[in-house]
């Protein structure tokens, strides 16, 4: 492998508070260890069409505390074609990138690992995901200021659902993983979880209702992982609506609003552990691996595994709800 003497980062996919943080790390850590940086704007997009300019130290000033990404994000349609990604590399030899640090969540390391294989691109990714569905890390970057964004948002639900003794679906962000959704409710003090990986028949919600809200109190609110198999708080709230019209049944989206913010100390902490671990992966000559934090410790782990399958949540933190909820 040739020496590494520059290296290209890139933000891609959905944004995630505490990208920036890591930004500024991979950065600051690569200008450190006498390495050029050049930051590629707009995801692969702006890697195919040459959006590239080189970074120093105080390009990164003051970001860390910052939501969102300062490179910005932007699909790419045309970097899952083999054209698109020839003159992806095209403009990576012209910038002489010699390696890629991308930030983001399993579609961006999909894509970072054919490009690798395809044109022998030493790829260390970097997890970016508020849905922390990434294996081979405790968690991911952007995870907890969304799990602390639902909480707080939730707390204030929680006043108007008491004030008028409402049963509230909230929808959260997760798709498939349902982490937000689980750990969210565990965290406001919800009654109920909806997640993709357990199933929820009629009766059961039923039963919920029978036992949750009806009989105990007078408000109940359930956090539904947007999914669309399950159908999302609109479906279960129709569907209550029907059964139970008697009911104050009340509807709470949150969308978008849990990817903004300022990243909470918790992400900024480790996108910068993982920003400067980045760079002793590169230094190391590793190459086409995640940056991941196992029980506090820096992994390493394969593309390969990381985007293998979505991470499984925890059937515990499950029954803790349910115990901790009547």
């Known amino acids: 492998m040739a020496e590494i003497k520059c290296i290209g980062i890139v933000t891609s996919g ?3 508070p505490g990208m920036n943080s890591a930004i500024r790390a991979v950065t600051r850590s690569a200008i450190y260890n006498g390495l050029r940086v050049k930051a590629i704007f707009r995801g692969y997009k702006g890697l195919i069409e040459g959006e590239i300019q080189e970074f120093k130290t105080q ?3 003051n970001i860390i505390q910052q939501g969102g990404t300062i490179l910005k994000s932007s699909p790419s349609k045309d970097f899952l074609t083999a054209d698109g990604r020839k003159h992806a590399f095209e403009n990576m ?9 991308i930030i983001g969540g399993d579609g961006s390391l999909t894509g970072a690992r054919i490009f690798a294989q395809e044109y022998d691109v030493p790829c260390i990714g970097i997890p970016a995901t508020i849905d922390n569905n990434l294996c081979g890390t405790d968690t991911t970057i952007g995870y907890d200021t969304a799990l602390n964004t639902i909480m707080q948002t939730v707390d204030k639900i929680r006043d108007t659902a008491t004030s008028h003794e409402r049963l509230f679906f909230v929808e959260v962000m997760g798709d498939d993983a349902g982490f937000l959704a689980l750990n969210g409710a565990i965290a406001s003090g919800c009654e109920e979880a909806i997640v993709p990986s357990v199933e929820i028949e009629e009766d059961q919600l039923n039963h919920f209702i029978q036992n949750g809200f009806r009989k105990n109190k007078g408000s109940s609110i359930v956090l539904v992982a947007a999914n669309e198999k ?3 708080a609109m479906h279960y709230a129709e569907l209550v609506k029907n059964q139970f019209p008697e009911l104050d049944v009340r509807i709470s989206i949150l969308g978008h609003l849990q990817r903004g913010g300022h990243p909470t100390a918790h992400d900024r902490i480790i996108a910068s552990r993982m920003g400067a671990a980045s760079i002793q992966a590169l230094m190391k000559g590793l190459r086409n691996v995640m940056i991941g934090i196992d029980n506090e410790e820096i992994v390493y782990v394969p593309f390969s595994r990381a985007i293998r399958d979505n991470k499984q949540i925890d059937h515990n933190l499950i029954e803790i709800l349910h115990n901790i909820s009547i």
Do not use: P, R
Not at 93 to 101: P, R, S, Y
């Open 14 to 16: 959905n944004d995630a």
């Open 59 to 61: 390009n990164v000033s």
């Open 93 to 101: 030899q012209k910038e002489e990138i010699d390696a890629l640090v």
């Open 230 to 232: 399950l159908g999302g």
